[in-house]
Every structure is written in structure tokens, then in C-alpha cells.
């Protein structure tokens, strides 16, 4: 048998009043209960499981908490702020970009976060204002060049700033990462993926002559031996 509370105590927002009534539930079977005073001074019935458990917290005359406001994202036209020359409509690419950088360095819940925010990549304060900042980003940034240009940092350890910033084709990010393998080639370093853009090779011809088999710079170009099925 649940051993029923001693007077005035208190579970949450609830005060025993008479520790024990026995009542009758609807299937006609005995329920141990107490008569505790709510927090807003009204007294209730309360069953001693449901009490012990923090359920019933609050009664009807409670007043509800309302949820906590999340802040809210301004709207790209809120955001341009006094640059000229630029719609509202045309400039949500590089509206894009930029909310999509602040939530993955500020926001624990983006998906990106422990790579960007969580590494402790940051976005430089002007570009972090609420009401100026994406003014600032596209006078800083300039507009995107086209839908497939995506926003790059030249140093991928470095933070978002106007120094370390810059559009850059989709398919030429995947050059600039940290796991990116770099050669010395005609006298500077090449991302393998860019100087096999440049010799017009495949990535893994490239990476496997330069990188696994260790053949001479003056060979890297040679085209690859392709052999017949009837040879």
C-alpha cells in the first residue's frame, strides 16, 4: 500500500491539506487520494500515484505559461538595410548565404554546427547585426554570381570576415576543404582536384600518379593508355 504524505507538504505547486481520502473511481474501485491546496489557492482531490509523480501540477484555474518567442528572422526586406539599387526578391541567393552562415556557426541545433560554431569558426561582428549585417555582407560581398556559386572561406580554419570571404563555383569548393591534398606543381601548390581540372584528368588518375605511385611532375600529364577489347 503507497504510504500517503504527511501534512503540508508540498509537491511542486501542490500542498496536502488531509494526506489521505479513499474515493471510488469510475470502475468502481477503491483510489487512495489527498485533498491538496493549489498554488492559486483552490483545493482539488488529487490521486497519491499521480501526486507523488509531479502530475497535476496545476489546476484549471491556473493560468496556462505560454511558450517561450523564439527570435524571429528578419525578412530579407527588413535585412537590406540602405543598399541601393537591389530588390528585396533579387537579393534572397545572397540572403540564403548569409543566414545560412550565422546558424551554422551560432546555432547548437543546425546539423552543421560541430564543424563550423562547435570548431570555433565565427562570423565577424558587423556581418552578425541584426539590422545592418546583411547590408554590410552583400556591400562587403558583393552580389552572387550565379545560383551555383556558394560562400567560401580561403581559409578553411579562419572565420567568416571580408579578408577570408569569397563566391565560389559549387564544384571548385570541394578543393578548398581539410582534407584536401595539395602538390607542388610548375612552381605553386595545387589542390589535386583543381590541377586535375587543369591537366584535364581525372581526380583519381591525378591523385594516383602524384600521391600513391609518386611518378615525376613532367609525367603527371601524360593521357591515359586506354587498351581495345580486341587487342
Known amino acids: 500500500m503507497l504510504h500517503p504524505p504527511s501534512k503540508f507538504q508540498k509537491f511542486g505547486g501542490n500542498t496536502v491539506i488531509v494526506p489521505r481520502i479513499r474515493r471510488v473511481n469510475p470502475k468502481h474501485k477503491s483510489v487512495h487520494c489527498a485533498l491538496v491546496a493549489c498554488k492559486c489557492g483552490a483545493l482539488k482531490t488529487v490521486d497519491l500515484h499521480d501526486l507523488r509523480a509531479g502530475l497535476r501540477q496545476r489546476c484549471r484555474r491556473c493560468p496556462r505559461k505560454s511558450p517561450p518567442t523564439r527570435p524571429r528572422l528578419l525578412s530579407v526586406k527588413e535585412t537590406?538595410?540602405?543598399?541601393?539599387?537591389?530588390?528585396?526578391?533579387?537579393?534572397?541567393?545572397?540572403?540564403?548565404?548569409?543566414?545560412?552562415?550565422?546558424?551554422?556557426?551560432?546555432?547548437?541545433?543546425?546539423?552543421?554546427?560541430?564543424?563550423?560554431?562547435?570548431?570555433?569558426?565565427?562570423?565577424c561582428a558587423e556581418w552578425l547585426e541584426p539590422s545592418t549585417g546583411f547590408s554590410r555582407f552583400v556591400a562587403d560581398m558583393g552580389r552572387k554570381p550565379a545560383s551555383d556559386w556558394t560562400l567560401e572561406r580561403i581559409d578553411v580554419d579562419g572565420d567568416y570576415e571580408p579578408?577570408?570571404?569569397?563566391?565560389?563555383?559549387?564544384?571548385?569548393?570541394?578543393?578548398?576543404?581539410?582534407?584536401?591534398?595539395?602538390?607542388?606543381?610548375?612552381?605553386?601548390?595545387?589542390?589535386?582536384?583543381?590541377?586535375?581540372?587543369?591537366?584535364?584528368?581525372?581526380?583519381?588518375?591525378?591523385?594516383?600518379?602524384?600521391?600513391?605511385?609518386?611518378?615525376?611532375?613532367?609525367?603527371?600529364?601524360?593521357?591515359?593508355?586506354t587498351t581495345s577489347k580486341n587487342s
Open 163 to 225: 579578408a577570408n570571404c569569397i563566391w565560389l563555383e559549387l564544384h571548385k569548393q570541394g578543393w578548398n576543404k581539410r582534407n584536401s591534398v595539395y602538390v607542388e606543381y610548375e612552381g605553386r601548390s595545387w589542390c589535386i582536384g583543381e590541377l586535375a581540372q587543369h591537366l584535364n584528368l581525372c581526380h583519381s588518375t591525378l591523385y594516383n600518379r602524384a600521391v600513391n605511385r609518386g611518378w615525376p611532375q613532367e609525367r603527371w600529364a601524360e593521357p591515359v593508355r
Open 80 to 123: 537590406l538595410g540602405d543598399v541601393p539599387h537591389i530588390r528585396a526578391k533579387d537579393a534572397k541567393p545572397e540572403w540564403m548565404s548569409w543566414t545560412g552562415m550565422k546558424l551554422r556557426c551560432t546555432s547548437k541545433n543546425h546539423n552543421k554546427f560541430p564543424i563550423y560554431g562547435g570548431r570555433g569558426i565565427k562570423v
